[in-house]
């Protein structure tokens, strides 16, 4: 009987000693290449930059931290696991995390900083929804944007400066040319009936060239105006000059459109030419009527049309093409790429400047 029995505890024996051996040769050779793989797993995160938390965004409980998050939050690894995010982000920030599964969002990305640990330091934060297994946890990668909050802030108080220094040469700009407006107002009031005339065209043209840069540094766009503005505050000016205002009717139609620097002085000054041509010549002698104005955007390209109800075109003035002002107003339309059209009408003259609309 002793003897059955130390064969059945040896077979007994036997038998486990051989299912050690084989567990040991099935799992623990893939047990140790996947703690082998974690370890390298560990030790990649641990090198890397950035800092990575990963968290439960129910709770906000930190399950995974690499060294780099541990030094932003100023606390040791070991006490960074099983911790609220809250606990060491801004409680705005954190809530934004933990809304990721509420909004239905895989992903956010917000500026944030570390209260209890690197101050004075702006940090970026990437978190992204991420499955493991049949558990879904969020990773947050932190990076320092620091030095390039510091840049963007140096580039904004640049790009200031420059506006108030460009908002100052476009005020002396502007004042330069009253002045010189105002020596030829000088000049007309010495001098004779001959010369009145030409150095009131003249006037003219400064003066709206000087509107120009007036209207530029009054706005906050400095690389455009609002030519609709621009091109009623010439007319009515023009209109004042030639102390016209109780027998010439103004009527303006004009879409709001913004024009870059480069149209908008060629283009005032067709405008200029033309209301000072009506005002001379079809409307001279006293005789009252109306200018329409019409400025729209048809298909890209603008279309300029005045038109006037005074004595119209005589055969001499449109037949001459040198004349400087129908010559001035054809090489303005050409510098912005335009034409010059004189439409038929019924009464008085029209003039259409047409050109293709600057997108930059």
Do not use: W
């Given at each position: 009987m002793p003897e059955y029995s130390h064969d059945k505890y040896s077979l007994r024996d036997r038998l486990i000693g051989l299912g050690e051996r084989s567990v040991r040769k099935s799992y623990y050779p893939e047990l140790q290449h996947r703690l082998g793989e974690l370890e390298r797993f560990r030790a990649i995160m641990d090198q890397v930059g950035e800092a990575i938390f990963v968290f439960d965004p129910e709770n906000l409980t930190i399950s995974e931290a690499n060294l780099t998050a541990s030094s932003l939050s100023g606390l040791p690894p070991d006490d960074l696991l099983g911790m609220r995010l809250d606990e060491i982000l801004p409680e705005e920030d954190a809530s934004v995390l933990s809304a990721l599964p509420n909004n239905g969002e895989e992903a956010a990305i917000l500026e944030t900083t570390f209260p209890h640990g690197d101050t004075g330091r702006t940090f970026e934060l990437n978190a992204r929804m991420v499955g493991f297994g049949d558990q879904r946890l969020c990773v947050a990668v932190v990076r320092d944007i620091t030095s390039r909050k510091v840049a963007e802030l140096r580039l904004q108080n640049s790009l200031r400066e420059k506006e108030v220094m460009l908002r100052e040469i476009h005020h002396r700009v502007k004042n330069n040319l009253q002045i010189i407006s105002s020596l030829f107002n000088l000049q007309i009031m010495h001098g004779g009936r001959g010369t009145?005339?030409?150095?009131?065209?003249?006037?003219?043209?400064?003066?709206?060239?000087?509107?120009?840069?007036?209207?530029?540094?009054?706005?906050?766009?400095?690389?455009?105006?609002?030519?609709?503005?621009?091109?009623?505050?010439?007319?009515?000016?023009?209109?004042?000059?030639?102390?016209?205002?109780?027998r010439v009717l103004l009527r303006i139609d004009s879409e709001h459109i913004y024009l870059p620097l480069d149209t908008a002085i060629p283009l005032g000054l067709i405008v200029n030419e033309i209301i000072t041509n009506s005002l001379k010549h079809?409307?001279?002698d006293d005789l009252a009527g109306t200018i329409t104005i019409s400025f729209q955007k048809v298909s890209g390209e603008c279309?300029?049309?005045?038109?006037?109800?005074?004595?119209?075109?005589?055969?001499?003035?449109?037949?001459?093409?040198?004349?400087?002002?129908?010559?001035?107003?054809s090489t303005l339309a050409g510098q912005i790429r335009g034409s010059v059209e004189f439409p038929p009408t019924d009464q008085g003259a029209c003039l259409l400047v047409r050109f293709p609309y600057p997108d930059k």
């Open positions: 009145e005339d030409i150095f009131r065209t003249a006037q003219g043209r400064i003066q709206s060239m000087a509107l120009v840069h007036e209207r530029l540094y009054q706005t906050e766009n400095l690389s455009a105006v609002p030519f609709d503005d621009y091109m009623r505050r010439i007319s009515e000016d023009l209109v004042s000059t030639y102390s016209a205002q109780e079809a409307f001279g279309r300029l049309l005045i038109c006037d109800t005074g004595e119209g075109f005589t055969d001499k003035a449109h037949s001459a093409e040198e004349r400087l002002g129908l010559k001035l107003i």
